[in-house]
């Protein structure tokens, strides 16, 4: 029980004030009587009562008492707190671990700030007696202690001596985890909902919420940025575009610009321009002919090298590479006894369409059945080419390093494992019907192609039907380590297979199938999901602190530090094939200013609130209920 008032107790005086009255007060009365007779009765009738008044006169008194108590109990206001409040400490911090906690002032990062504030965090817990919690908001969320108390302290101070330890530098090249960190922190604020939260972090909200906002950034920082570099091919030159920025200063920075491996030779452009960077906006720098920084056109290129020389105080931003100025060579052959546009014209729409990774390099030899036969037919490859096709006249042998396509076959190579009888041949249009699931029918419906004649193949070991005509397998595939072949069993000038959208996109798929592009950019983010294949049966990836083989594909990874990655493989052709991609911290990283409008909060679990209790009302019914007894009491003085 509590006292609003308590200076109202001074209403006990009142007790002396009584006793004083009890003190003074005669205990005799003078009466006057009629006669003996009368004075003798009331001796005797007055013997008797002594002993109830007495007692009586006790009550009273106490009645009296106990009201005076009352009145001061009332002034004073008594009441019952509703709820006795837990007075232990306990904090939650959540540590920034992104790249833009590596920006450095003075040796120090921001990243080695915030440890060093939570240190002073844990000596806080120790001496009130609180627990600590410490979250790290790295690329995941994770718990560096969890709900540690004094006992603890040394092992607190430990593992956060080890977050900013060289060999396990915990602060990371990516994007901090937030949302999860959040997530970690209500799991505390469940048990214990009047936990303070505190974010180091050296990022602004406007409005953080509950959640306190420790801001470890230095007002000296400054950042000057390259956020990306592009090359846009225009009219089948290259358009170098460099998007830098400078944040909490207004610059004009020297641009630099290394174009190695020019127009596939060893020549290198070396070029450089000023940026005007103000009011921490995006500039975008273009390298062309036409803007006078490149002096002749740039129609392929190894790599790309652009940096900033600026000492500014985040330096991870300052290079930038850029791949993919050389696409990757695809060697066709296609040879025919019986030519047609057919082929030539599927190969040449693919070569425009993917052009964006594949340099299609298409040779067409066209023969015919008697120079073949007088032993003066053309001359064929059977090595060098990424994919051959031979229509209507079969080599004895099959080539080895590359896909062969078999269409319209005439006899069976040596080594095919398959078996040729006939060929079939309908009056009507016979329509194909689709045989099993394979990446090549993607978007292919075997029941739009008709056929009149077709091949009758019994025995296909290892090979995978794909489209069939009246049960027989009319179009087979087999991709094995050594062995890529697929057979075309009709003929495309009694079908209409060439004059359907199913020809183009089978022929898509294949490539798409037998020819994966390894990757799909040149440049990633840092924990970007990146998405490898290959034409090999092994990848190798190498890196900054990584060297791994992956022997299934598609396989999907993600990369941890910035920085150049190299792809190797050997396909069945046994040429090498080498191809590089570039890892970049986040752009958002790169603003050392940002300023975001709200901070996710976490969800804070209700309290009961039990409202205090109010005695008074209590203490003014039991003085009615006293003074009624002392009243009562009087009353019966004269029974």
Same mark, same amino acid.
């Given at each position: 029980?509590?006292?609003?008032?308590?200076?109202?107790?001074?209403g006990?005086?009142?007790?002396?004030?009584?006793?004083?009255?009890?003190?003074?007060k005669?205990?005799?009365?003078?009466?006057?009587?009629?006669? *003996?007779?009368?004075?003798?009765?009331?001796?005797?009738?007055?013997?008797?009562?002594?002993?109830i008044?007495?007692?009586?006169?006790?009550? #009273?008194?106490?009645c009296q008492v106990?009201?005076?108590?009352?009145?001061?109990?009332?002034?004073?206001?008594?009441?019952?707190?509703?709820e %006795?409040?837990?007075?232990?400490?306990?904090k939650?911090?959540?540590?920034?671990?992104?790249?833009?906690m590596?920006?450095?002032?003075d040796?120090? *990062?921001r990243?080695?700030?915030?440890?060093?504030?939570?240190?002073?965090?844990?000596?806080?817990?120790v001496?009130?007696?609180g627990?600590?919690? #410490?979250?790290?908001?790295?690329?995941?969320?994770?718990?560096?202690?969890?709900?540690?108390?004094?006992?603890?302290?040394?092992?607190?101070?430990?593992?956060?001596d080890?977050?900013v330890?060289?060999?396990?530098?915990?602060?990371?090249?990516?994007?901090?985890?937030?949302?999860?960190?959040?997530?970690?922190?209500?799991?505390?604020?469940?048990?214990?909902?009047?936990?303070?939260?505190?974010f180091?972090?050296?990022?602004?909200?406007?409005?953080?919420?509950?959640?306190?906002? +420790?801001?470890?950034?230095?007002?000296?920082?400054?950042n000057?940025?390259?956020?990306?570099v592009?090359?846009?091919d225009?009219?089948?030159?290259?358009?170098?575009?460099?998007? #830098?920025?400078?944040?909490?200063r207004?610059?004009?920075i020297?641009?630099?610009?290394?174009?190695?491996?020019?127009?596939?030779?060893?020549?290198?452009?070396e070029l450089?321009?000023?940026?005007?960077c103000?009011?921490?906006?995006?500039? *975008?720098?273009?390298? %062309? +002919?036409?803007?006078?920084?490149?002096?002749?056109?740039v129609?392929?290129?190894?790599?790309?090298?652009?940096?900033i020389?600026?000492?500014? @105080?985040?330096?991870?931003?300052?290079?930038?590479?850029?791949y993919g100025? +050389?696409?990757?060579?695809?060697?066709?052959?296609?040879y025919?006894?019986?030519?047609?546009?057919?082929?030539?014209?599927?190969?040449?729409?693919?070569?425009?369409?993917?052009?964006?990774?594949?340099?299609?390099?298409?040779?067409e030899i066209?023969?015919?059945?008697?120079?073949?036969?007088?032993?003066?037919?053309?001359?064929?490859?059977?090595?060098?080419? %990424?994919?051959?096709?031979?229509?209507?006249?079969?080599?004895?042998?099959?080539?080895?390093?590359?896909?062969?396509?078999?269409?319209?076959p @005439?006899?069976?190579?040596a080594?095919?494992?398959?078996?040729l009888?006939?060929?079939?041949?309908?009056?009507?249009q016979?329509?194909?019907?689709?045989?099993?699931?394979?990446?090549l029918?993607?978007?292919?419906?075997?029941? @739009?192609?008709?056929?009149?004649?077709?091949?009758?193949?019994? #025995?296909?070991?290892?090979?995978?039907?794909?489209?069939?005509?009246?049960?027989?397998?009319?179009?087979?595939?087999?991709?094995?380590?050594?062995?890529?072949?697929v057979?075309?069993?009709l003929?495309?000038?009694?079908?209409?297979?060439?004059?359907?959208?199913?020809f183009?996109?089978?022929?898509y798929?294949?490539? @798409?199938h037998?020819?994966?592009?390894?990757?799909?950019?040149?440049?990633y983010?840092?924990? %970007?999901?990146?998405?490898l294949?290959?034409?090999?049966?092994?990848?190798?990836?190498?890196?900054?602190?990584?060297?791994?083989?992956?022997e299934?594909?598609?396989q999907?990874?993600?990369?941890?530090?910035?920085?150049t990655y190299?792809l190797?493989?050997?396909p069945?052709?046994?040429?090498?094939?080498?191809?590089?991609?570039?890892?970049?911290?986040?752009?958002a990283e790169?603003?050392?200013?940002?300023?975001?409008?709200?901070?996710?909060?976490p969800?804070?679990p209700?309290?009961e609130?039990?409202?205090?209790?109010d005695l008074v009302?209590?203490?003014?019914?039991?003085?009615?209920?006293?003074?009624f007894?002392?009243?009562?009491?009087q009353?019966?003085?004269?029974?």
């Amino acid at each position: 029980m509590s006292w609003l008032t308590p200076l109202g107790f001074l209403g006990l005086i009142g007790l002396i004030i009584l006793i004083i009255i009890y003190i003074i007060k005669p205990n005799y009365q003078q009466k006057f009587i009629s006669s *003996t007779f009368v004075w003798k009765l009331s001796l005797k009738y007055k013997k008797k009562k002594v002993p109830i008044s007495q007692l009586r006169n006790i009550l #009273v008194f106490l009645c009296q008492v106990l009201a005076i108590t009352a009145c001061a109990c009332i002034l004073a206001q008594p009441f019952i707190a509703g709820e %006795d409040r837990d007075e232990y400490n306990e904090k939650v911090a959540i540590i920034d671990a992104s790249a833009s906690m590596r920006t450095e002032i003075d040796g120090v *990062t921001r990243f080695e700030r915030a440890v060093s504030e939570v240190r002073k965090l844990v000596d806080e817990a120790v001496q009130n007696d609180g627990a600590l919690t #410490v979250i790290l908001a790295g690329t995941e969320a994770s718990y560096v202690v969890q709900r540690a108390g004094a006992e603890y302290r040394g092992e607190m101070l430990d593992r956060l001596d080890a977050l900013v330890a060289a060999e396990s530098f915990a602060c990371t090249y990516g994007s901090p985890d937030v949302e999860g960190a959040i997530g970690l922190a209500e799991e505390i604020l469940l048990d214990n909902p009047e936990t303070e939260i505190l974010f180091y972090t050296g990022a602004s909200y406007i409005n953080p919420g509950k959640v306190k906002v +420790v801001d470890v950034s230095d007002v000296g920082e400054w950042n000057a940025a390259i956020l990306d570099v592009r090359a846009v091919d225009v009219e089948n030159y290259y358009r170098f575009e460099v998007d #830098v920025a400078c944040y909490n200063r207004d610059a004009s920075i020297e641009l630099y610009l290394d174009i190695n491996g020019v127009n596939i030779a060893l020549e290198q452009y070396e070029l450089s321009t000023n940026a005007e960077c103000v009011n921490n906006e995006k500039t *975008t720098v273009v390298f %062309d +002919v036409e803007s006078g920084l490149i002096e002749n056109g740039v129609y392929s290129y190894d790599y790309v090298h652009a940096y900033i020389n600026e000492a500014d @105080n985040f330096a991870d931003d300052n290079s930038f590479y850029l791949y993919g100025g +050389v696409k990757q060579p695809l060697k066709v052959q296609y040879y025919s006894a019986v030519p047609n546009n057919f082929y030539s014209g599927v190969l040449m729409g693919l070569r425009e369409a993917l052009r964006g990774y594949w340099d299609f390099d298409i040779d067409e030899i066209q023969d015919n059945f008697e120079m073949i036969e007088m032993g003066q037919g053309k001359e064929y490859a059977m090595e060098g080419y %990424d994919i051959y096709i031979f229509e209507h006249f079969m080599p004895a042998t099959l080539p080895t390093d590359g896909l062969v396509i078999l269409a319209t076959p @005439n006899m069976v190579p040596a080594g095919a494992d398959f078996t040729l009888s006939n060929w079939y041949a309908s009056h009507e249009q016979m329509a194909l019907a689709n045989e099993e699931a394979s990446p090549l029918m993607q978007n292919v419906n075997a029941e @739009n192609i008709t056929v009149t004649r077709w091949a009758n193949i019994p #025995v296909y070991d290892g090979y995978t039907p794909l489209m069939s005509c009246n049960g027989d397998p009319v179009v087979l595939a087999k991709n094995e380590e050594n062995e890529k072949i697929v057979i075309m069993g009709l003929n495309l000038n009694y079908s209409n297979f060439a004059l359907t959208t199913e020809f183009p996109v089978f022929f898509y798929n294949l490539i @798409n199938h037998y020819f994966p592009e390894t990757i799909g950019s040149y440049v990633y983010e840092v924990n %970007d999901t990146v998405d490898l294949n290959a034409r090999a049966p092994l990848l190798s990836v190498s890196g900054p602190n990584l060297n791994q083989s992956i022997e299934s594909f598609p396989q999907s990874m993600t990369f941890t530090l910035p920085g150049t990655y190299t792809l190797l493989q050997v396909p069945i052709s046994g040429s090498d094939i080498v191809e590089n991609f570039y890892v970049r911290i986040p752009v958002a990283e790169s603003n050392s200013e940002a300023v975001f409008d709200e901070l996710q909060n976490p969800y804070y679990p209700p309290q009961e609130e039990v409202p205090d209790l109010d005695l008074v009302f209590y203490f003014a019914l039991a003085l009615v209920c006293l003074l009624f007894m002392e009243w009562w009491l009087q009353s019966r003085e004269q029974f």
